[in-house]
């Protein structure tokens, strides 16, 4: 009875010991770019915020696209390119 149930505890443990080796060998073999993070929303509006800035531009036949309609509508004032108000600037020219 005592050999039955030392094998038993055995063969849970050489279980328990692959799996973690098979995890092990998965995890290594992934590449290293899956591994990071994704940039955060934060971090996506500062790019952006870098890559444009106000300068008194205010109508979608100025902007070269959606993205810069965009940041133009949430940060710069007088902007007039949201004609319905849903919040989707340039829908004719860039946002469509």
């Known amino acids: 009875m005592i ?6 505890i055995a063969w849970q443990g050489y ?6 080796r098979i995890a ?3 995890l290594k073999s ?3 770019i899956l591994k990071t993070k994704a940039p955060t929303a934060t971090q996506r509006e500062s790019a952006t915020r870098s890559q444009f800035r106000c300068d008194g ?3 979608c036949s100025q ?3 959606c993205a810069e309609a965009t ?3 949430r940060n710069c004032p007088g902007v007039k390119m949201d004609g319905n108000n849903d919040g989707v600037p340039c829908e004719k020219q860039w946002c469509n």
């Open 3 to 8: 050999i039955v149930l030392f094998s038993l």
């Open 30 to 32: 992934v590449p290293d």
């Open 63 to 65: 902007m070269k696209s």
């Open 71 to 73: 940041f133009f509508l």
């Open 57 to 59: 531009r205010t109508y």
């Open 15 to 20: 279980g328990e010991y692959k799996s973690r």
């Open 24 to 26: 092990d060998v998965v």
